[in-house]
């Protein structure tokens, strides 16, 4: 008899770096992403780990980190958000070439509804395109189950292993079956093997041959063990993969053949097998239709529905109510178990805004005062918030703001540009703009606000923070030198919260050509309170306010209009001060508790 493992209640993402523990993980890396940051921040805070943990500086440095720990026959993982794998696609497109001697699993991560993200790109795709296996788990469970066997799959073949969580399972909590931790003895040691690992086209093209020749046989093996699988139950059935899968066992009737999709690629001769034995059959997945394309190749007399007929979007998270009506358009369902009718909203909703005290509030408000005609390139980071202050124009993706800054200023030589980007990013690969700025003699300035720490995504340390992800201490690296060292001439650090020396700088910044550098030094206000720094709060003098409203227009959640028409603050002050600049009636001072 099987000894029953302990159950534990656990986000999914804890849930999935307990399987790393119980894999015997030897090589953690990873860059920090929404929703997939929690697995590395769950590892850093083991006590006396048995393996070599950080985050790295962008995805690419961590995807080439840890294949190069694998390729030394460790067990290695990478993570990241779906976007990230943009980043890492390089070394992801030849890893398949070179395979892997140590287990290799790349955690992307996806965000179907863009809930924290700026596209809804599907990772399994990726796989499809790097030609290597693809685990897509239906709930937080068979999360935990296949990351920890995921190893195994990536040594068996040779390949690297995706593994795609989404965000209702990386942020959802069940309780978990979990097993043992199983702490590695394994030593790395490179093997020169240059036909594998050094890819000149001499080795590339017997690569490709073998990694095509890996392909049905990966197929086969994934149905053999289980990770896709078919209930047989009548002449209609529903294909469904990952998350999906959940949904559709919640409702389906029993009358209705389940097939579900766990791993790709799919054995094209098992699907067609089982399309076959159905007269019709619907396809329920997130995002792409990499399923239903399948279906419709293996397909002669089968009727296959899915979001290529209209029957469900390409775009959005699913839900049981989603998946419902479509499972009754089809006629699979005759009754909605779900309220068609939304719940009433009891709180309105409100666009997301910078916290209180913040320091890219005073960056772009004085951003906006001195480049009135301006153009605002923007980045990733808490700063896209900016937007909501009419101080970010473009957004596309990590490190793209001085680049795009810097087209716009050779495309509108007279248009001012003002490019802002956080020192994470910065660091991620905005440097490489920077250095492109001033070699291609660029007209822009870039402010770099620097809160010493990688806030959006949890708080997770960066080289200009002065500690690994383990807490060691490191060199902090010196921003001001680094855009020196890229040739910039123009290098100013200020205290974003004395606005009168921010506001000079920048008009410094605008009467010079070329490439300027600014860097807005303030750590990020929610560090700071968890550090305990206090400050005193700031208070509004009633008597001396003169009604005008610039303070509110400033737009800190902190202050608020009375029903007599003068300002007040509350609790939430953090003592900034940057309002008390900004009063032209001198109301605002120091003077409340601290906070």
């Excluded at 790393?20 to 929690?38: M, N, R």
């Excluded at 994934?222 to 066992?249: F, K």
Aim: contains cysteine.
């Amino acid at each position: 008899m099987a000894e029953e493992r302990k159950k534990q209640y656990l986000l999914g993402n804890d849930a999935i770096a307990h399987g790393c523990l119980e894999a015997g993980i030897d090589f953690v890396s990873g860059y920090p992403g929404t929703p997939s940051s929690e697995v590395v921040d769950t590892l850093r805070r083991v006590k006396d780990p048995w393996y070599y943990l950080e985050w790295s500086v962008n995805e690419k440095v961590a995807f080439e980190n840890a294949i190069g720990a694998c390729w030394c026959g460790l067990r290695a993982i990478v993570t990241m958000k779906h976007v990230g794998l943009n980043v890492a696609a390089d070394p992801l497109m030849t890893s398949s070439y070179t395979g892997v001697k140590g287990g290799f699993v790349i955690l992307s991560a996806d965000d179907p509804f863009a809930h924290s993200s700026q596209n809804e790109q599907d990772s399994r795709m990726y796989a499809k395109f790097a030609q290597i296996p693809c685990l897509d788990p239906k709930d937080v469970q068979q999360a935990h189950d296949m990351i920890t066997a995921a190893w195994d799959l990536s040594e068996k073949f040779s390949l690297p292993v995706l593994f795609r969580p989404t965000t209702r399972i990386c942020h959802s909590k069940s309780d978990v079956a979990l097993g043992e931790e199983s702490p590695s003895p394994r030593k790395g040691e490179f093997v020169r093997d240059p036909k594998q690992y050094v890819v000149i086209p001499a080795h590339t093209r017997p690569l490709h041959a073998i990694l095509t020749k890996k392909q049905p046989e990966v197929a086969k093996y994934l149905v053999e063990a289980g990770y896709n699988s078919a209930e047989i139950r009548g002449t209609r059935a529903v294909i469904a993969g990952g998350i999906s899968v959940s949904y559709v066992e919640e409702i389906l009737p029993e009358d209705i053949s389940l097939i579900r999709i766990g791993a790709y690629p799919i054995d094209q001769n098992w699907l067609a097998d089982v399309v076959a034995k159905h007269t019709e059959v619907l396809i329920v997945e997130e995002l792409m239709p990499v399923i239903e394309e399948a279906a419709r190749q293996t397909a002669t007399t089968t009727t296959v529905h899915g979001k290529l007929d209209g029957y469900l979007p390409h775009e959005g998270e699913f839900s049981s109510a989603l998946v419902a009506k479509a499972l009754m358009k089809a006629g699979f369902l005759t009754e909605n178990p779900f309220p068609t009718e939304p719940a009433q909203e009891v709180v309105a909703v409100r666009p997301p805004i910078l916290c209180p005290g913040c320091l890219h509030r005073s960056v772009f408000y004085a951003m906006k005062k001195v480049f009135r005609d301006g153009v605002f390139p923007s980045d990733i980071g808490c700063y896209t918030l900016g937007l909501q202050m009419g101080a970010v124009d473009t957004t596309i993706c990590m490190g793209a703001s001085i680049t795009v800054g810097s087209g716009i200023s050779h495309a509108c030589p007279e248009t001012p540009v003002v490019s802002t980007i956080g020192d994470s990013t910065f660091l991620h690969t905005g440097v490489n703009g920077l250095i492109n700025a001033v070699y291609n003699n660029a007209n822009q300035t870039i402010i770099i606000l620097d809160n010493r720490i990688t806030a959006m995504t949890g708080h997770q340390p960066n080289p200009n923070t002065g500690v690994t992800a383990t807490g060691v201490p490191s060199p902090k690296i010196s921003l001001e030198e680094l855009a020196r060292a890229c040739g910039v001439s123009f290098v100013e650090s200020v205290d974003p919260y004395d606005l009168t020396d921010l506001l000079e700088t920048l008009k410094a910044a605008k009467e010079k050509p070329g490439v300027k550098v600014i860097i807005a030094k303030q750590p990020c206000v929610i560090m700071n309170k968890r550090n305990g720094v206090k400050r005193s709060r700031y208070v509004v003098d009633a008597d001396r306010c003169v009604k005008c409203g610039a303070c509110i227009r400033y737009g800190c959640p902190a202050l608020e209009i009375c029903e007599d028409g003068t300002s007040v603050t509350t609790a939430l002050c953090t003592g900034c001060g940057v309002c008390a600049d900004i009063c032209p009636a001198g109301a605002i001072h120091r003077g409340g508790a601290k906070q």
